[in-house]
């Protein structure tokens, strides 16, 4: 039996979790949260950056962001509120999204007050 082309196995078909605490392998993420932690990601076979890891709580749990050959990413800084959708992966014992969706909200990022 064949499929049609796009019929197999997606994202969309993953199990979708609404918060941190209730998360697993491979499960589809959409939470909302504030921004814990914000650092350059070594890369462990050189001296270049991997990229941009920040650590995300929705105070059920946590879940690291990797965006992949960037040294920071605008407005994801330590106290930023935002909403993050991705599939996560359980890498080294802790949950990581690479490459996420992300929205921030409004009044929700410290290096963006009026004077």
Do not use: K
């Not at 979708?16 to 076979?45: M, W």
């Not at 950056?49 to 990797?66: A, E, I, K, P």
Request: charged residues 20%; contains cysteine.
């Amino acid at each position: 039996m064949s499929q049609e082309p796009g019929s197999g196995a997606s994202s969309r078909s993953l199990p979708l979790v609404l918060e941190l605490g209730s998360a697993f392998d491979r499960c589809r993420l959409a939470v909302g949260g504030v921004i814990v932690s914000a650092r350059t990601a070594p890369d462990e076979a050189g001296p270049r950056s991997l990229g941009f890891r920040c650590t995300l709580d929705d105070g059920s749990g946590q879940v690291d962001l990797l965006f992949l050959g960037r040294n920071r990413v605008p407005g994801l800084v330590v106290g930023a509120r935002c909403h993050i959708e991705g599939t996560a992966r359980l890498e080294h014992g802790r949950l990581t999204v690479w490459n996420p969706l992300y929205r921030l909200e409004p009044g929700g990022c410290p290096d963006q007050r009026l004077p």
